[in-house]
């Protein structure tokens, strides 16, 4: 058991030097999570995407084709779950990648979202 002196070093105290609630009550808040989803399209290759991920996700190869594999089945792939300053990030860094050099009918960048994480 803790004696009032010790519980002190555990407290915060106001601008008026009064002890306020000891912080071993408080609980831990965290920021939301928000996913980032990239969207499937006809004029990006699969190099393209595999490229994009291992650039701006730091994913393995392996990592970055099941990814590729199910943006193209599925439609999407949530590439990272995130706080929302990191998500935005991510997303502002795929509509810079530009268009696939390899596709004639690429003319820009894959499209990305942000949703909240559930």
Known sequence: ????????????????????????????K?????????????THTYEYVIKL????????FEKAY???????KKGRTICITTHLEKAELKQEQISNFGPDIL???SKGPMSATIEPAN
Request: charged share 25%; glycine share 2%.
């Open 103 to 105: 596709m004639q009918n």
């Open 53 to 60: 991920l291992m650039s701006l996700f730091r994913m393995t």
């Open 1 to 28: 058991m803790y004696s009032k002196n010790q519980i002190k070093i555990y407290c915060s105290e106001d601008d008026k030097g009064q002890t306020a609630t000891p912080l071993l009550e408080k609980k831990p």
């Open 30 to 42: 965290f920021a939301p999570l928000y996913h980032v989803i990239l969207w499937d399209d006809n």
């Open 66 to 72: 099941q990814h590729t594999l199910e943006v193209d």
